[in-house]
DNA sequence: GTACATATACCGTCCAAACGGTACAGTAAA
DNA sequence: TTTACTGTACCGTTTGGACGGTATATGTAC
């Protein structure tokens, strides 16, 4: 009796299709443009059952931030077990991870933080978190923490750039960037 | 005879303290707050004030980046002559004059893009037309092009993480990290 | 200098549309 | 019947923007 609803709530998946509904939006109109109702429109229901799942359009947005979370995470996480041993574990897997393309992960995805920074940016707070508790991981894995911080800010601002179409390479290169990337975080000595 | 008194309205120029007022607005509130009335009100005038510099929203958001771009410019362009005869002088007067807090610039100048991006993401082409430009003087100066991208993409991730706040290291180190980005930069052979 | 005309820079008010959110009736399945 | 959800109708507020008015500066003619 405790335990039958889960299998209920799996049938109908409309909190993923919702939000990835909102990330596709807001990488194709603009974080700006992401209101409840063309979110609805996108995700292909009505306004209220985007509200029902979503009670208000911030916890809409927590949603988005933490569902990118739970993605990137274990992705990170396959990347580093799969790194066991070699130097700079951590750092690589989070360059690795940052290339969505190879895991056919949408690439709309990281979206939800310029959505989430548009409306209200102290709802990063738990990507915040996220990225500290990483940052830990990456500095016990015993390297040069300068140079370190600049490569993950490296792949960031290509992601960013991505995001943005600002990018100076094209989009296709961007693998192989990250690719040369890699090999930089593995030279890294401490 | 007195012509001076009210001429402080003519001579202070509202379209520069507009620009100013919308770039604090977006950096301390989030860019989705950014609205006229608000702008107006940091400003210190009425709405149809605004609206009459800027006679809409998308052409105040313009207004903004382009600003952002006639400030930075020649800031890139003042380093990039000072290092005259040296190797990759564009991309390190790129790296130098993402500091913004040694030139005193206001640092919430950047935000110009998040705030245009969330209204309309084509309303960056005039950005991207920039970048392109810059990107051949790089090209130009000899160099690694991928290495170059990736310096320069770090210089820039951390501006992201600057201004979203979500960055991993302190925020008072990221002049240091940047002297160790330029040191980077100066060492790249082709 | 006075009178009048025009331009500039801005204010205050108003409005239709869009927004986030509520209320509730309905449905389909378990 | 309960659970999980959809869809419509609606409400109060906010939004971008239109518009007419106003104070001041400037130009021109007397």
Redesign the interface.
């Known amino acids: 009796m405790v335990e039958v609803t889960r299998t209920d709530r799996r049938t109908s998946n409309s909190r993923q299709d919702i939000l990835e509904a909102a990330q596709r939006l807001a990488s194709r ?4 443009k992401l209101t409840i109702e063309a979110v609805a429109r996108e995700a292909g229901l009505s306004k209220g059952g985007v509200l029902y799942n979503f009670p208000s359009k911030d916890l809409l947005l927590k949603g988005m931030l933490d569902w990118m979370i739970e993605t990137i995470a274990p992705l990170i996480d396959e990347h580093r077990d799969a790194l066991e041993g070699q130097p700079n574990r951590t750092l690589r897997a989070l360059i690795k991870a940052s290339d969505f393309k190879a895991k056919n992960i949408d690439p709309s995805v990281p979206m939800a ?2 959505a989430v ?5 102290e709802l ?1 707070a738990p ?2 978190a996220e ?2 508790a ?2 830990q991981q990456v500095l016990d894995d015993g390297t040069d923490p ?2 370190a ?10 992601m ?2 991505c995001m ?3 990018g ?2 094209p989009e296709e290169r961007r693998t ?2 990250l690719g ?2 890699d090999e ?1 975080a593995t030279q890294i000595c401490k």
Chains 1, 2 share one sequence.
């Open positions: 109109e603009g974080a700006g933080i310029l920074a548009a409306e209200d940016p990063l990507m915040r990225m500290q990483r940052w300068e140079l911080a600049l490569l993950w800010a490296a792949a960031d601002g290509l960013f750039h943005l179409g600002t100076v390479f192989h960037l040369r990337l930089l």
